[in-house]
T-cell receptor, first 105, second 112 residues
Framework: AQRVTQPEKLLSVFKGAPVELKCNYS??????LFWYVQYSRQRLQLLLR??SRESIKGFTADLNKGETSFHLKKPFAQEEDSAMYYC???????FGSGTKLNVKP | NAGVTQTPKFQVLKTGQSMTLQCAQD?????MYWYRQDPGMGLRLIYY???????DKGEVPNGYNVSRLNKREFSLRLESAAPSQTSVYFC???????????FGNGTRLTVT
């Protein structure tokens, strides 16, 4: 089964600090992976998908097949980045358990 | 263009009561999904419907039933609610297998 793991439940950083939210996947082949974000009291929404290789709101995510990872990174965190972040495979079954990012002023 | 609409937003049930959560989409998407969101456990797939007329079990289907009424609507039914079903329920849709999900606003259900 296509599964992903997010090892951190909570990540706290100060505004302006770099942030990396970890996601590891545990299946072979060519994974199709997404990052979703849920701001407080809002619906989940797509942040990034790996095949697009784009930067959204300053976030990037690179697929590393050697480390089987798809970590989400941003060089300078902003307070408005505070949210729940979910890594998910394309098959929709096994979302990661989510990481709550708290950016402190 | 409302996207994915879920009703109700909030619901409190007593153990043993039944209810149906409604989901409707105006995105002309083929696939629809029901998830539950619990602290520390992320999103878990309950049931999904790859296309009109088909439904399949997800990771945690026990205690739930679904109906894909037409292309637009996908309902989730709890026949006999239990406290373990206290959760936030999300409906989602997508165009096809590899495309990203579009979510509704969620239904917060409490079973006492």
């Amino acid at each position: 089964a296509q599964r992903v793991t997010q090892p951190e439940k909570l990540l706290s950083v100060f505004k302006g600090a770099p942030v990396e939210l970890k996601c590891n996947y545990s299946y072979s082949g060519s994974p199709e992976l997404f990052w979703y974000v849920q701001y407080s009291r809002q619906r989940l929404q797509l942040l990034l998908r790996h095949i697009s290789r784009e930067s959204i709101k300053g976030f990037t995510a690179d697929l590393n097949k050697g480390e089987t990872s798809f970590h989400l990174k941003k060089p300078f965190a902003q307070e408005e980045d505070s949210a729940m972040y979910y890594c998910a495979p394309a098959n929709k079954f096994y979302f990661g358990s989510g990481t709550k990012l708290n950016v402190k002023p | 263009n409302a996207g994915v609409t879920q009703t109700p937003k909030f619901q409190v049930l007593k153990t043993g009561q039944s209810m149906t959560l409604q989901c409707a989409q105006d995105m002309n998407h083929n696939s629809m999904y029901w998830y539950r969101q619990d602290p520390g456990m992320g999103l878990r797939l309950i049931y999904y419907s790859a296309s009109e007329g088909t439904t399949d079990k997800g990771e945690v289907p026990n205690g739930y039933n679904v109906s894909r009424l037409n292309k637009r609507e996908f309902s989730l039914r709890l026949e006999s609610a239990a406290p373990s079903q206290t959760s936030v329920y999300f409906c989602a849709t997508n165009r096809g297998e590899e495309s990203p999900l579009h979510f509704g606003n969620g239904t917060r259900l409490t079973v006492t």
